[in-house]
């Protein structure tokens, strides 16, 4: 977004309207001091020859024109590079998420490997990932485009900070994505807010994350460096978001399958111990058996 931002600061326009000038202040000094036709006084008004008037304005206004003309068809397509761009951006997000994202082995390193890959590759702002712990809602992993958002987010985060966003609350009880706009949220005490409005950042978005369809968390991204959240950016933020929702899942299972197998190893050893106990007993009980058939026969060979 940024180059074509620049490319935009150079207003085609203007530029038209500045060769109309020059070439309108050419044409009076060429007639005066080349051609010695009039005076400076007259050819600026374009008065030395019957039609150079109608000719000068004729040759102004094509180049006026053709700067109109050129501007827009440059912003028309610029605007449709940087849709590509961002669709080939979104895209490699997506598969960033799919690929290397679900397949963290822990909660800590997946929603880290989220806000990174949002921030790195999807090119947010800034993005975090909020866990329900009981009653709270704690900040589990974030990441910022920059330094200083690094250092300016770090500095703002407070104990239960995360409770004051409204956007938050609202998705955490709803379980659906909201789009934030930022500068109609007076009554949102996000501390992180004021800082991104600086940044001319309009947009964030607040999606669910649900497990075994219970909202656990909530995933948020600020918008880039064009301040706004696309639709197109919605309906993939929305992908990522349910691709983290099953990996989390996924994590759940999997620490309640290795629990079964823990408690079902710890009782195949307890049957174990207690089939090597009854064993034993068996063997000692049939030697004790025999000990016993013996001492009958030599008490029976000693009687008279």
Known sequence: MSLYANHLKINLRWLGLVLAIIYWLMEALLHTFYWKIAPL????????????????????????GFGFFAETNRQRVLKDLYQQERTSRLLRFLSDCNQNVQRQPDEKALLDAACVSAV???????????????????????AAADEALVEE????????????????????E?????????????????????????LGCEHAAVLPLIVEGRTVGVFEVYAGEDGQIADE??????????DISVALNNIV???ERRQRAEDLAARVD????????????????????DELAELKKEHREKQP
């Open 41 to 64: 006084s007259v050819t600026l008004l374009a008065q030395s020859e019957p039609d150079e008037l109608s000719m000068r304005l004729v040759i102004a206004a094509l180049l006026i």
């Open 120 to 142: 790195e590759i999807g090119k947010f702002r800034f993005a975090w990932i909020g866990m329900q712990r009981g009653n709270k809602l704690e900040m589990a992993a974030w």
């Open 153 to 172: 987010v770090t500095r703002l985060q407070e104990p239960g900070a995360l409770h004051l966003c409204l956007a938050c609350q609202s998705v955490l």
């Open 174 to 198: 709803k379980g659906v994505i909201e789009l934030c706009e930022l500068r109609d949220r007076e009554a949102c005490k996000a501390p992180w807010l004021s800082p991104f409005l600086k």
């Open 233 to 242: 950016e919605q309906t993939i933020l929305g992908e990522v978001a349910n």
């Open 253 to 255: 299972l999997e620490a």
């Open 270 to 289: 307890e049957l174990e111990r207690f089939q090597r106990a009854t064993v034993d007993r068996e063997f000692r009980i049939k030697e004790l058996r």
